[in-house]
């Protein structure tokens, strides 16, 4: 069965790195869109990023823009999420999910599969 497993959250200061992972398994990785959505308390789900089944193009919700960088590695079925200068507005709980489309959207109703989330926390 399809499983998405999100890894790589933590605690960081504010202008910090953190990469998160998203390790796929149960389809054919390369026919696939993957996108990141993330959810702050107290508010609604929001599209990050997402990437197309063929790597070659991707999408920024305009708040991340030029501070996080979406990739995926065929040879590993994993999707990265590179974020940089981190903000505290970033905390949030990140998930990956799975599309059942080859090219992307940042639209959460788009995507048929989730992983668990995994926390990110960017304070001083």
């Known amino acids: 069965q399809v499983q998405l497993v999100e890894s790589g959250g933590g605690l960081v200061q504010p202008g910090e790195s953190l990469r998160l992972s998203c390790a796929a398994s149960g389809f054919t990785f390369n026919d696939y869109a993957i996108g990141w959505f993330r959810q702050a308390p107290g508010k609604g789900r929001e599209g990050v990023s997402c990437?197309?089944?063929?790597?070659?193009?991707?999408l920024y919700a305009d708040s991340v823009k030029d501070r996080f960088t979406i990739s995926r590695d065929k040879t590993e079925n994993t999707v990265y999420l590179l974020m940089n200068s981190l903000k505290p507005e970033d905390t949030a709980v990140y998930y990956c999910?799975?599309?059942?489309?080859?090219?992307?959207?940042?639209?959460?109703?788009?995507?048929?599969?989730w992983g668990q989330g995994t926390q990110v926390t960017v304070s001083s």
């Open positions: 999910a799975r599309s059942p489309y080859f090219t992307c959207t940042l639209g959460e109703s788009q995507f048929n599969y």
């Open positions: 990437i197309s089944g063929s790597g070659e193009s991707s």
